[in-house]
């Protein structure tokens, strides 16, 4: 397996625009997590999904911040608009429910000017 | 909200030492990540562990889920282990992760 993938690597972004970030769990896993890391706070969970139904949003910051998963296999995490404070390296990780095989995905760097 | 204490949250090491970093929480949870991030920004899950110790080649992992307390060992450690180390607690009925602010090892060779 190719492990969590998710796209893109890097994003520079200026003020005001629509940001979407991607993500593609591993295959049979059915718990995909949006997490961001940033130096003051460092990781904190966004929201998380289980069977593709969202089950805690409790830590999107506000309205600018959507995640979706249409499917098992594709999730979205979409910032409209994007400011300067968004900036940060936002993860995508997966899990069975078990938790063993819990694997990060190898982050977006988000960068709002 | 479960707060998680790691310490320390520098540590620098010369090769070949013992390390220890530990790690405590405040609420009950299922289970125990810790988690490896390295230079660039990748994160590894070391171990997930709910009771007892756990070991994978120079890494061992230990939890005491009385104590809500969990430690990391590194036994004869090396420059390539030089990374920021972070504990994970998983909450009970729930997957995702708390996490620690991270400890940063550094080994000098």
């Known amino acids: 397996d190719a492990g969590v993938i998710q796209s893109p690597r890097h994003e520079v972004t200026e003020m005001g625009q629509e940001v979407t970030l991607r993500c593609k769990p591993i295959?049979?896993?059915?718990?995909l997590f949006w997490y961001r890391q940033t130096m003051m706070r460092g990781l904190e969970l966004l929201i998380y999904?289980?069977?593709?139904?969202?089950?805690?949003d409790s830590g999107m910051p506000e309205d600018r911040f959507s995640a979706k998963m249409p499917n098992a296999s594709f999730s979205t995490l979409k910032i409209q608009p994007s400011e300067p404070r968004d900036s940060a390296v936002y993860f995508c990780?997966?899990?069975?429910?078990?938790?063993?095989?819990?694997?990060f995905g190898s982050g977006t760097r988000l960068t709002v000017v | 909200k479960n707060e998680v204490e790691q310490s320390p949250q520098n540590l620098t090491a010369q090769e070949g030492e013992f390390i220890t970093i530990n790690c405590s929480y405040s609420?009950?949870?299922?289970?125990l990540h810790w988690l490896q991030q390295h230079p660039g920004g990748g994160i590894v899950s070391l171990f997930m562990?709910?009771?007892g110790k756990k070991k994978h080649g120079r890494l061992i992992a230990t939890i005491n889920i009385q104590e809500k307390h969990s430690s990391l060992h590194i036994t004869a450690s090396h420059p390539r282990d030089s990374a920021v180390y972070i504990c994970?607690?998983?909450?009970?009925?729930?997957?995702?992760?708390?996490f620690g602010t991270g400890t940063r090892l550094t080994v000098i060779p």
């Open positions: 609420v009950g949870i299922s289970a």
């Open positions: 562990l709910s009771s």
């Open positions: 990780a997966s899990s069975p429910d078990s938790g063993y095989g819990y694997t």
């Open positions: 999904f289980n069977n593709n139904v969202p089950i805690d």
């Open positions: 994970a607690p998983r909450g009970t009925g729930a997957n995702n992760l708390f």
């Open positions: 295959s049979g896993h059915n718990s």
